[in-house]
């Protein structure tokens, strides 16, 4: 027995030493790496996002071009979208995350609360580089960094909800295309005129054929969110002190009457045949005729027909608003190398302002300047720059996606998929959405 | 500035350590006057003990903890006693609909899916020509992971260009009902979950029900054709009796992993409107709301429940199942 016992001892030990052979290579080669770095004293500094293929090939040009500029630091991007979410809050939670990351809005909001991201105030106060002034930014993109009064991060877009729609379908029906005078009522009375049934009818006809619609007005699934309507109505779905929804006030139901009144009209496609067919792809495929969609989708380079970016239509009093999709970049607060990380942090989301539409900066919002960098969409850029004035984000709180998930489950997706009535959910779902605003109060 | 310990050396490091635990576990247990054979045993097993401690009971134990705090992954677990579970049997309002929903989903495709199973593997227990073939592709699904299988249920429910209602188009006309949505109309994702569980009707469980078939002894029914049983009557009184502990098996598997279904409702995310599942809130309230001490105790609570009905089960077990060599009371 004691013999077997050294056998298989000895058998382990030998297939461990034949596979310390094979991974010899890598070991020597990273070893070497840490040399070349040791010489060149550059410190390595890693990056997470969600880029897909694309994407992570322009970002990566970036990177080159920022390594090359420095002698600090060394960007190393690990770029996939899958689940990005679950493995970067993971990653952040163990001690072998990365030490910069691209980080949506909400979470940015979470992991400020719960100090995963470092706080960078001070160092943004004693920074010379233009990008690190706070003062020229947005206020909307920087809330959802900020926590009581420091700051985590910074955004590195802002895209608003602009209103992309099909020149050649408005021409063909002979409708004035969207100016600043357009609120709701216009908005409605142009969807209905490019709602067109088999027979050519439009859905201001009488003899309107609502189950044979060849082409929607409009379309709408969640997106755009109703929060647009309700700002654009003077109401809110969360006050300003966080201690209420006040979903019920008249002009907050009045904007969900409308959104639910525009969901079961026949100018917007059905639910089922909207997930069938696709929510953008009717647009692409000139089955729709206006599309609320972030700037920075740029449909307007995306399709094959002529497509005008216009800001949204106003509310019935007169009231500009929309939502500014804001996304940034944080610093891991465990990183080994906060002031190096710091400075490549800066340098990168500098660099993202010059590559996005739109850059949540105030002195880069001019004309002249965003044509220069984005050529290809000179014709979208001013109602885009526009919608940057009066663009709000959503009020996070460290609780925001349960009040979210309350507000989705509850109240939307019965509004938009199963015909519910506003008035008669709003009551019963307030005091639940009211109800975890108190208890993150506390 | 640190030493660096390559990922070659972690690698080393493991099996390294976990000799050395062996051999000073047996040279322990030795001491304290274990036969050489026990010990032996057990210091053989020990990496396997190891890893079970490490990665299975002790997260299981730290959850069981975890599900009594408040604790966000960040920072450190506050204690908060019951609050979490109080707050899930008589606040939230998704709890007892994501119960309900996951009880019924399992009610029905668990007795689908031995039923089913069952019967493929009668259907395959015949010495045919061919019937290695038959029996390989009928293992296939087994062998496609979860996530692609639920993509391309998605796209088979799809309402206007999905094959399911393509072919039930004209059924549905007779009957004048228009083609149903089947993950955005709440009152068809159940049904849609349920027939997507006939997928695992296949593969595993088919297979197991063919080695329970073949292990019953050809003597039997041959007694019973003489003595003129019709096929029911074999099936009924030999067949089931004696593969009963293969179907006790089944059910009890296949009750388990229907109350933990994960992956196909993630993939074909159907409305909120029809509920959640357990394990979706486990993961909604953990990792998207960063509440880890609530989606633990939801976990537990699944546990619990699991627990409770495999417990129902086995104290049925004498009234239908006959293990080897028993006769009925």
Same mark, same amino acid.
């Given at each position: 027995?004691?013999?077997?016992?050294?056998?298989?001892?000895?058998?382990?030990?030998?297939?461990?030493? *034949?596979?310390?052979?094979?991974?010899?290579?890598?070991?020597?080669?990273?070893?070497?790496?840490?040399?070349?770095? &040791?010489?060149?004293?550059?410190?390595?500094?890693?990056?997470?996002?969600?880029?897909?293929?694309?994407?992570?090939?322009?970002?990566?040009?970036?990177?080159?071009?920022?390594?090359?500029?420095? +002698?600090?630091?060394?960007?190393?991007?690990?770029?996939?979208?899958?689940?990005?979410?679950?493995?970067?809050?993971?990653?952040?939670?163990?001690?072998?995350?990365?030490?910069?990351?691209?980080?949506?809005?909400?979470?940015?909001?979470?992991?400020?609360?719960? +100090?995963?991201?470092?706080?960078?105030?001070?160092?943004?106060?004693?920074?010379?580089?233009?990008?690190?002034?706070?003062?020229?930014?947005? &206020?909307?993109?920087?809330?959802?960094?900020?926590?009581?009064?420091?700051?985590?991060?910074?955004? =590195?877009?802002?895209?608003?909800?602009?209103?992309?729609?099909?020149?050649?379908?408005?021409?063909?029906?002979?409708?004035?295309? #969207?100016?600043?005078? =357009?609120?709701?009522?216009?908005?409605?009375?142009?969807?209905?005129?490019?709602?067109?049934?088999?027979?050519?009818?439009?859905?201001?006809?009488?003899?309107?054929?609502?189950?044979?619609?060849?082409?929607?007005?409009?379309?709408?699934?969640?997106?755009? #969110?109703?929060?647009?309507?309700?700002?654009? +109505?003077?109401?809110?779905?969360?006050? &300003?002190?966080?201690?209420?929804?006040?979903?019920?006030?008249?002009?907050?139901?009045?904007?969900?009457?409308?959104?639910?009144?525009?969901?079961?009209? #026949?100018?917007?496609?059905?639910?089922?045949?909207?997930?069938?067919?696709?929510?953008?792809?009717?647009?692409?495929?000139?089955?729709?005729? *206006?599309?609320?969609?972030?700037?920075?989708?740029?449909?307007?380079?995306?399709?094959?027909?002529?497509?005008?970016?216009?800001?949204?239509?106003?509310?019935?009093?007169?009231?500009?608003?929309?939502?500014?999709?804001?996304?940034?970049?944080?610093? +891991?607060?465990?990183?080994?190398?906060?002031?190096?990380?710091?400075?490549?942090?800066?340098?990168?989301?500098?660099?993202?302002?010059? =590559?996005?539409?739109?850059?949540?900066?105030?002195?880069?919002?001019?004309?002249?300047?965003?044509?220069?960098?984005?050529?290809?969409?000179?014709?979208?850029?001013?109602?885009?720059?526009?919608?940057?004035?009066?663009?709000?984000?959503?009020?996070?709180? &460290?609780?925001?996606?349960?009040?979210?998930?309350?507000?989705?489950?509850?109240?939307?997706?019965?509004?938009?998929?199963?015909?519910?009535?506003?008035?008669?959910?709003?009551?019963?779902?307030?005091?639940?959405?009211?109800?975890?605003?108190?208890?993150?109060?506390? | 500035?640190?030493?660096?310990?390559?990922?070659?050396?972690?690698?080393?490091?493991?099996?390294?350590? !976990?000799?050395?635990?062996?051999?000073?576990?047996?040279? !322990?247990?030795?001491?304290?006057?274990?036969?050489?054979?026990?010990?032996?045993?057990?210091?053989?097993?020990?990496?396997?003990?190891?890893?079970?401690?490490?990665?299975?009971?002790?997260?299981?134990?730290?959850?069981?903890?975890?599900?009594?705090?408040?604790?966000? !992954?960040?920072?450190?677990?506050?204690?908060?006693?019951?609050?979490?579970?109080?707050?899930?049997?008589?606040?939230?309002?998704?709890?007892?609909?994501?119960?309900?929903? /996951?009880?019924?989903?399992?009610?029905?495709?668990?007795?689908?899916?031995?039923?089913?199973?069952?019967?493929?593997?009668?259907?395959?227990?015949?010495?045919?020509?061919?019937?290695?073939?038959?029996?390989?592709?009928?293992?296939?699904?087994?062998?496609?992971?979860?996530?692609?299988?639920?993509?391309?249920?998605?796209?088979?429910?799809?309402?206007?260009?999905?094959?399911?209602?393509?072919?039930?188009?004209?059924?549905?006309?007779?009957?004048?009902?228009?083609?149903?949505?089947?993950?955005?109309?709440?009152?068809?994702?159940?049904?849609?979950?349920?027939?997507?569980?006939?997928?695992?009707?296949?593969? /595993?469980? /088919?297979?197991?029900? !063919?080695?329970?078939?073949?292990?019953?002894?050809?003597?039997?029914?041959?007694?019973?054709?003489?003595?003129?049983?019709?096929?029911?009557?074999?099936?009924?009184?030999? @067949?089931?009796?004696?593969?009963?502990?293969?179907?006790?098996?089944?059910?009890?598997?296949?009750?388990?992993?229907?109350?933990?279904?994960?992956?196909?409702?993630?993939?074909?995310?159907?409305?909120?409107?029809?509920?959640?599942?357990?394990?979706?809130?486990?993961?909604?309230?953990?990792? /998207?709301?960063?509440?880890?001490?609530?989606?633990?105790?939801?976990?537990?609570?699944?546990?619990?429940?699991?627990?409770?009905? @495999?417990?129902?089960?086995?104290?049925?077990?004498?009234?239908?199942?006959?293990?080897?060599?028993?006769?009925?009371?």
């Amino acid at each position: 027995m004691k013999k077997r016992l050294e056998l298989l001892l000895s058998l382990i030990l030998l297939i461990s030493i *034949m596979i310390s052979g094979c991974a010899t290579q890598d070991k020597t080669s990273s070893s070497q790496k840490n040399e070349a770095d &040791e010489a060149t004293q550059k410190v390595t500094i890693r990056l997470s996002t969600w880029a897909g293929a694309d994407e992570a090939k322009e970002l990566q040009a970036i990177l080159d071009k920022l390594n090359s500029q420095s +002698n600090e630091y060394e960007i190393v991007q690990d770029s996939n979208p899958a689940d990005y979410d679950t493995r970067i809050t993971t990653q952040l939670a163990g001690s072998s995350g990365p030490d910069l990351f691209w980080v949506s809005a909400q979470r940015a909001a979470q992991f400020a609360s719960k +100090n995963v991201m470092l706080d960078i105030t001070q160092r943004l106060a004693q920074s010379n580089k233009p990008v690190a002034n706070i003062s020229d930014y947005y &206020e909307t993109s920087l809330s959802p960094f900020k926590y009581k009064d420091s700051i985590y991060g910074l955004p =590195w877009i802002e895209q608003p909800v602009v209103l992309y729609i099909n020149k050649d379908l408005f021409d063909k029906t002979g409708v004035s295309y #969207p100016d600043s005078s =357009w609120n709701w009522d216009k908005f409605l009375d142009a969807a209905k005129k490019l709602t067109i049934d088999k027979n050519g009818k439009n859905a201001s006809d009488a003899s309107f054929d609502k189950e044979n619609v060849t082409q929607w007005g409009f379309t709408l699934n969640g997106w755009p #969110p109703v929060q647009i309507f309700v700002w654009q +109505n003077g109401g809110d779905v969360i006050s &300003e002190d966080f201690s209420n929804s006040p979903i019920d006030s008249p002009e907050a139901e009045a904007a969900f009457k409308f959104y639910a009144d525009l969901v079961n009209s #026949p100018m917007v496609p059905s639910q089922q045949i909207i997930k069938d067919r696709g929510f953008d792809t009717m647009f692409k495929n000139q089955q729709v005729a *206006m599309f609320m969609g972030g700037a920075a989708d740029s449909l307007d380079t995306k399709v094959d027909f002529k497509c005008g970016v216009y800001e949204l239509p106003c509310g019935p009093t007169g009231i500009k608003a929309t939502l500014g999709d804001v996304l940034g970049m944080g610093i +891991n607060a465990k990183t080994k190398n906060a002031d190096v990380a710091f400075e490549a942090f800066l340098d990168l989301t500098d660099a993202i302002h010059q =590559w996005k539409v739109m850059p949540p900066r105030k002195s880069m919002a001019n004309i002249d300047m965003m044509k220069k960098l984005h050529p290809d969409r000179a014709d979208a850029l001013q109602a885009i720059i526009n919608s940057m004035e009066y663009a709000r984000t959503y009020r996070y709180f &460290e609780n925001y996606p349960d009040w979210d998930n309350i507000f989705s489950t509850q109240l939307m997706d019965p509004i938009i998929n199963s015909h519910a009535d506003p008035s008669v959910l709003i009551p019963k779902v307030k005091p639940q959405l009211d109800a975890i605003l108190k208890k993150a109060a506390k | 500035m640190e030493r660096f310990i390559g990922p070659f050396e972690r690698w080393l490091i493991t099996p390294v350590v !976990l000799i050395a635990i062996a051999i000073m576990l047996y040279k !322990l247990l030795r001491k304290i006057g274990w036969r050489q054979r026990q010990a032996t045993g057990l210091a053989l097993i020990s990496p396997w003990l190891v890893g079970f401690i490490i990665f299975t009971a002790f997260p299981l134990i730290y959850s069981f903890y975890l599900s009594f705090t408040d604790y966000s !992954l960040f920072g450190s677990p506050k204690w908060i006693g019951l609050s979490n579970y109080i707050y899930l049997f008589v606040n939230d309002i998704e709890f007892w609909p994501s119960i309900r929903l /996951t009880l019924l989903y399992a009610a029905f495709s668990v007795p689908i899916g031995v039923i089913g199973s069952l019967l493929m593997a009668l259907l395959l227990n015949r010495q045919i020509k061919g019937i290695g073939i038959y029996r390989t592709i009928y293992y296939l699904p087994a062998v496609i992971p979860d996530a692609a299988v639920a993509l391309l249920w998605r796209w088979l429910f799809n309402s206007e260009s999905g094959l399911l209602n393509y072919i039930l188009a004209p059924l549905l006309d007779i009957i004048g009902v228009g083609k149903p949505d089947w993950f955005g109309d709440p009152r068809f994702v159940l049904p849609a979950f349920i027939i997507m569980s006939v997928w695992g009707i296949f593969g /595993t469980n /088919t297979v197991v029900f !063919l080695a329970g078939l073949q292990g019953v002894p050809r003597s039997l029914y041959e007694v019973a054709e003489i003595d003129g049983a019709s096929v029911w009557a074999k099936f009924w009184h030999i @067949t089931v009796p004696q593969i009963s502990p293969v179907i006790l098996l089944q059910v009890i598997m296949g009750m388990i992993g229907a109350l933990q279904i994960f992956t196909v409702a993630m993939f074909v995310r159907p409305t909120s409107a029809a509920g959640k599942f357990m394990n979706q809130l486990v993961y909604e309230r953990g990792f /998207t709301q960063l509440h880890m001490g609530e989606a633990s105790a939801v976990a537990w609570v699944l546990f619990a429940i699991i627990f409770a009905l @495999t417990l129902l089960i086995f104290r049925s077990t004498p009234a239908w199942v006959y293990y080897e060599g028993e006769v009925k009371r």
